[in-house]
Every structure is written in structure tokens, then in C-alpha cells.
């Protein structure tokens, strides 16, 4: 199968663009090891698989009613007795409604951002100052798949979320079309990373993404997805990857690399 990247930039230069700006706030913890945040951004068990656990709620304000789904972070610690300097990165599953803490992490995700040995210390300190910055998100070995959600109802109305989203952007548009058809109709976003459609095109579908981030954005074309008898439950490779890195506003941008 043959399949292709339409696109279209559009590129406002700006002094203070940068794609790691560094921020400072508070992380918390689940403190059950079984407890994965993977309520809101409707990814289920399949959470717990992206990134070896290490997935995080965030604040509303970073959960940005779903947009915010599927982020990757980098966090660490600033207690550099007990914290690498590398910390953890997470993947953004969940929404944290309390606002205490901009991320609660996974347990895992949590104590890797401890210095060998240095869990203990850091279970003591609990809620922990951290600094964070966005990073691309790289599934190794995997394009960007779309799973059909177990609400869809064959033919006539159909959920999907996105899985694997590589580099350093939001999916803040969805289109759907039958494969070869430039009749393409439009999704909306459920909730999470789920959208959806009660007008679904026959056959086999297409699917083109607008992907944003500060002051970029571009159309992403996935040209052949889901067979004509698409079923719940199943995971379609879409044959394409995002690897575009987003800027954002901030002076002075971050030029070191985080690593222990
Ligand atoms: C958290 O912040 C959001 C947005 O500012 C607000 O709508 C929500 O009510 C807050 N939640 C709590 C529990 O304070
Ligand atoms: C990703 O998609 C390409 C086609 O664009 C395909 O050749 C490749 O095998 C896919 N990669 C994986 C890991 O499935």
C-alpha cells in the first residue's frame, strides 16, 4: 500500500520560539502500584503499554479538554540529592482534577526520576518540586494507529482514538473519507483522545489530521486505514508517523539535554 504526507506549513517566525520551554510546578503520585492513569484520555488498559507505565494525569491546563492527550513531558525533580538530573518522561493519559499538582505520575514514572537508590527519599518527600518541558513523543517501531472504539456501531457510526503519536504536536482536527473519495466529512472530538461520527463514509477509509503546535501547523494524510468491514477493538496502523516538533513562546529556551 501506497501512502502519503500532504503538506501544508504555515511558518510564522518568532524571536522567542523555542520547542523546550522549561516549566516549574509540583508532581504527585498513585500511590497504588495497580493505579495507572488512563481514565480521561479514554486509552484503558492500553495505557499502561505506551511508555513501560511511565504516564501521567495533568492539570487542566495541560489536559487542554483532551487536545493534551498523548503528550510526552520530561519532569525531574529539583532535590538533587535524591533526583537524576535526567528524570522521567511520561505520556499524558489522564486528567488530574484536583489542580493540586500540575502531573500525578505513575508509580513507575514517579520514583524514576530518583537517583540510584534514592527511592525511599523520595517516597518520604511525596509531593515533589519538579521542572518539566515537552518533548516528542518517539514510538519506536510503530506508525501512528487508530483503534475503533467498542461504542462504534458498524456501518452507521464510528469512534476512534489515536494511539502512537510520535513527535511534539496536537491532532486538532480530524476528516474521514472513503479511500479515493475527496468527499470528506469531519469528526468530533468525543472526549479524550476519541473522536467520532454518526455520518460514516462506506468502504474503506482515509483519514487527514490537522496537527498544530505554537506557530505551526499541517495536514497529515493517512491514505489508506480501515478496510470496508473495520471492527471494535481492532488497532489500524495508519502507515504514517508524526515527527514534527511544535514551538512554543519562551525566553530564555532550555539548551541543555536532561540526562543522568
Ligand atoms: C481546576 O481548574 C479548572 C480550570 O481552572 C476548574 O474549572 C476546576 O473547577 C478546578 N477544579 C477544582 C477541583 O478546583
Ligand atoms: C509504517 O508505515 C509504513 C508505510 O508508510 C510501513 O512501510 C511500515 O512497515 C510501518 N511501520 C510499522 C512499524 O508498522
Known amino acids: 500500500m501506497a501512502f502519503f504526507i500532504f503538506i501544508l506549513l504555515l511558518s510564522l517566525s518568532s524571536a522567542m520560539a523555542c520547542d523546550r520551554c522549561v516549566h516549574r510546578s509540583k508532581v504527585a503520585y498513585y500511590s497504588s502500584p495497580s493505579a495507572i492513569p488512563a481514565g480521561a484520555c479514554g486509552y484503558g488498559s492500553m ?20 487536545i493534551g492527550c498523548g503528550a510526552c513531558f520530561q519532569i525531574r525533580c ?36 530518583a537517583r540510584k537508590g534514592m527511592k525511599q527519599q523520595l517516597k518520604k518527600i511525596g509531593v515533589a518540586v519538579v521542572e518539566y518541558k515537552r518533548v516528542p513523543c518517539d514510538y519506536k517501531n510503530k506508525n501512528l494507529s487508530v483503534m475503533v472504539e467498542e461504542s462504534s456501531q458498524y456501518p452507521y457510526y464510528l469512534a476512534v482514538k489515536f494511539v502512537y503519536q510520535g513527535g511534539q504536536t496536537d491532532i486538532v482536527a480530524v476528516d474521514v473519507a472513503q479511500v479515493g473519495s475527496s468527499n470528506w466529512r469531519y469528526m468530533t472530538r468525543n472526549h479524550g483522545a476519541i473522536w467520532d461520527t454518526n455520518r460514516v463514509p462506506q468502504g474503506a477509509l482515509q483519514f487527514r489530521l490537522v496537527v498544530t503546535g505554537g506557530y505551526d501547523g499541517k495536514w497529515i494524510w493517512a491514505q489508506s486505514v480501515l478496510p470496508a468491514d473495520w471492527t471494535k477493538g481492532a488497532v489500524y496502523d495508519s502507515g504514517v508517523q508524526i515527527h514534527d516538533i511544535a514551538q512554543e513562546g519562551c525566553s530564555p529556551c532550555d539548551s541543555e539535554d536532561w540526562h543522568s
Open 47 to 66: 495505557a499502561l503499554a505506551f511508555n513501560g507505565g511511565y504516564v501521567a494525569a495533568t492539570s487542566s491546563a495541560l489536559y487542554r479538554e483532551g
Open 78 to 113: 529539583t532535590d538533587w540529592t535524591v533526583c537524576s538530573k535526567g528524570g522521567s518522561q511520561i505520556i499524558v493519559t489522564d486528567l488530574n482534577y484536583d489542580n493540586h499538582t500540575e502531573f500525578v505520575l505513575s508509580g513507575a514514572a514517579f520514583f524514576g526520576m
